[in-house]
């Protein structure tokens, strides 16, 4: 059992019997029961007497058993037999042959015949044609005996003789005089690819294509790209330039050698190398000579009895195939397109533009190009989306999967569209317990739940929000402000306050328990829904708080520039705007004296617009955090490798690896990385000191990591059709052309 599995059964029954402890109890009270009615006892005879027998009757046949069997020596060393055998296989050059498996009790000349006239590749379920070309080999060769008797055969220059024997575990390798001079025996465990298991130079990537594509998907025009991606985009310019002129710079370039350019092959003959053998030994029975006798009157009765039973089992699962199991099929079609349908339906109504326009922040990036639809400014419909556009991709990513079997599994491995498929109904599976169990919890502490929602908005977006205002208009900190600015900034605040506590807050929070079942109900979805409706729920009772934020921030903006602009006069200077520049400039006495004015008032009065406007952006920056958290939990849930980490743990050759290391400059999560670009540049800092706005991280940064497993177009509902009614006549369709969906290329790795 694997120790991954013997954990989780361990975990698994110490929680049972810590929920159960009554059980614990039961058995304490049963196992005092049996020793008082002489259970043990019984017990410990039945032992000793099994002991007896098995030391007087199983040791000596085991002792005998052993005896006989030296008499006919039959040795294995590693899992190979010692009796006389060839081994066949593919000779990649004079030097190099890859050994793919031995046949017993087969003479050379009778294999070698059987490998031209193709006996050895009979009843094969796909073409062999498809074997020697991915394997780059025109024909299989006899590659040496095994075992082989010195007197039975002269050595050939072309073959090579192994020798085991019980005393030395390393074998012998014997050659023609002169025909090798030294050999290294490399021996390896063949990858079963029934399970998926291959061996591969390239990582398997969970992405479909490049987060680009992804990003098409939003409203936001290419275009028009934000200060972050111009920045990226000159910096991947750069490095290429860089990376083209260092090209010109190398002094000695080294060609490939040949074991080099021969490592892909070697690894595809690796992946082979267990189905063909498995060929080769199927047929191994139509090599040499055949013996046949006639059956015994038991075998004969056994025959018939299997005969009829094998005779009434078809009789039935014919009838079931021609009458029911299409039936069937054509109701599961019916299912799949209406299902797509009304997806259809959902999705082009959470695609449709809104009469909103293009969002433009004063002074920050473009937020949004043309018509915005509602899945770009509710985070709950963009989740909605997401998962609808998972379930129509789920037809085709099924359909590519069962392209495996029209060829060779170790031809047709598409160990990443498998990966990707089932990660993807992981993760939906994981998030739907997880949301009935967050769904659970908010039902049974519906009262609590709405309760702490109530404190929460009349604590932090009203009463809080009225005792810092009113903080601010005295004197906050010891600071003298100037007072008439300051009341009128806070009655104009606190006038905005009461106006929304009054509208706003008073009928909702009547309704906030309607609002706490409808949000424990949508967890029935998946955990991430609820996340993306509380996330939804912030932005709209923090509307009050963002609309402090602007004003404030365009009031300190305007006067620092101002300000700004009259320390330039008293230096007699001047921005030259057309030019981007400072140029000098002769100013009026009249035009100094009110300058002069102008920065002393605005300079006295900088202070007070300072301190509202750090507190509305630090409150800004602060809900700008929670939903970028949030954003970040759906992120998690939405693209987590779940399924390739448990492969790694469970079986960890489904996965590449183990091949080749090098060393690379470790980079940060493409999430984090973007986080940390986006509010931790040095862009973001001299924004918040100037005033200008600061706009929260866009929901398309944040999706277009989850929308990369999807394809750049969806999948129409006639193309699903399709791939439903698509029928298995042409067996090797998989393996002559590797898939295509919407231009992403499926296929066995060259």
């Not at 066949?88 to 003479?107: M, Q, Y």
């Not at 040496?144 to 010195?150: D, I, P, R, S, V």
Request: hydrophobic residues 45%; aromatic residues 10%.
């Amino acid at each position: 059992m694997h120790p991954f599995s013997s954990l989780a059964i361990g975990i698994f029954v110490a929680g049972y019997i810590t929920a159960r402890w009554d059980l614990v109890t039961r058995l304490y009270e049963l196992a005092f029961f049996a020793w008082d009615h002489g259970v043990f006892a019984r017990v410990a005879k039945a032992f000793t007497l099994l002991s007896v027998v098995f030391v007087l009757v199983a040791i000596p046949i085991d002792r005998l058993a052993a005896h006989e069997a030296s008499l006919h020596p039959r040795s294995f060393v590693h899992g190979i037999s010692a009796r006389e055998q060839l081994r066949l296989g593919w000779k990649n050059s004079e030097s190099d042959l890859f050994a793919i498996t031995v046949l017993e009790d087969v003479e050379v000349k009778s294999v070698e015949a059987a490998l031209r006239m193709g006996t050895l590749f009979r009843n094969s379920p796909h073409p062999v044609a498809r074997i020697f070309q991915v394997c780059d080999r025109s024909n299989m060769h006899v590659l040496g005996t095994f075992n082989y008797a010195l007197g039975q055969s002269a050595f050939e220059a072309t073959r090579i003789a192994v020798f085991t024997s019980p005393e030395c575990k390393q074998p012998r390798v014997l050659c023609a005089r002169g025909a090798i001079k030294s050999s290294q025996i490399i021996t390896f465990d063949p990858p079963d690819t029934q399970k998926m298991q291959y061996l591969s130079l390239t990582p398997i990537s969970l992405s479909l294509g490049v987060s680009n594509d992804a990003q098409s998907r939003f409203s936001r025009i290419p275009n028009n790209p934000d200060e972050i991606e111009q920045e990226e985009s000159r910096e991947q310019k750069r490095k290429a330039r860089l990376v083209a002129k260092l090209k010109f710079h190398t002094v000695v370039r080294h060609p490939p050698t040949k074991l080099e350019a021969a490592l892909p092959m070697i690894l595809r003959q690796i992946n082979c190398s267990k189905e063909v053998a498995e060929l080769l030994q199927k047929n191994s029975p139509l090599v040499g000579p055949r013996r046949k006798r006639t059956m015994s009157v038991s075998e004969r009765v056994v025959e018939s009895a299997q005969s009829l039973y094998t005779f009434a089992a078809w009789s039935l699962w014919g009838l079931f195939m021609t009458y029911a199991y299409p039936l069937l099929i054509i109701l599961f079609k019916l299912v799949v397109i209406s299902h797509r349908a009304a997806a259809e339906g959902i999705l082009q109504l959470l695609e449709l533009p809104l009469p909103i326009q293009s969002i433009h922040l004063p002074d920050g990036p473009i937020h949004g190009a043309g018509p915005l639809a509602l899945k770009d400014v509710s985070a709950a419909c963009q989740q909605i989306h997401l998962r609808l556009e998972q379930l129509s991709y789920y037809p085709t990513q099924y359909s590519l999967l069962r392209q495996r079997s029209h060829d060779w599994a170790s031809v047709s491995i598409k160990s990443s569209d498998y990966i990707r498929f089932y990660n993807s109904l992981w993760l939906v599976a994981n998030d739907v317990i997880l949301g009935i169990a967050l769904g659970t919890f908010i039902k049974d502490n519906l009262p609590e739940t709405s309760a702490l929602l109530a404190r929460f908005l009349s604590e932090y977006t009203i009463d809080g929000l009225k005792r810092m205002i009113r903080w601010l208009m005295s004197y906050p900190g010891g600071l003298k402000l100037n007072t008439e600015l300051a009341a009128f900034l806070g009655d104009l605040f606190l006038w905005v306050i009461e106006y929304w506590a009054a509208t706003v807050i008073r009928i909702l929070v009547p309704r906030i328990p309607i609002i706490v079942t409808f949000v424990g109900l949508s967890s029935l979805a998946g955990a991430s829904l609820p996340i993306a409706i509380f996330s939804d729920l912030i932005s709209l009772l923090t509307i009050h708080i963002y609309s402090f934020y602007i004003a404030s921030a365009r009031i300190f903006n305007w006067q620092l520039t101002i300000i700004v602009s009259l320390f330039h006069l008293f230096r007699g200077k001047k921005r030259n705007v057309l030019r981007n520049r400072i140029d000098s400039c002769d100013y009026d006495l009249d035009q100094l004296l009110l300058g002069t004015i102008l920065f002393t008032v605005l300079f006295f009065l900088l202070p007070t617009v300072v301190v509202f406007y750090l507190t509305f952006a630090s409150a800004r920056m602060a809900i700008i955090s929670l939903k970028a958290s949030l954003d970040a939990c759906l992120v998690f849930l939405n693209h987590f490798p779940l399924f390739a980490l448990m492969l790694r743990l469970k079986d960890s050759r489904r996965l590449p690896g183990g091949i080749h290391f090098k060393l690379e400059d470790v980079s940060p999560p493409p999430l984090a990385n973007r986080i940390r670009k986006h509010y931790l540049s040095p862009k973001v800092v001299f924004r918040l000191l100037t005033g200008r706005l600061v706009p929260p991280l866009g929901r398309e940064e944040m999706y277009c990591l989850q929308y990369s497993v999807l394809p750049r177009e969806r999948v129409s509902i006639g193309e699903v059709w399709a791939q439903l009614n698509a029928k298995d006549d042409e067996k090797t369709g998989g393996g002559k052309g590797a898939a295509s969906v919407n231009g992403y290329l499926t296929g066995y790795p060259n």
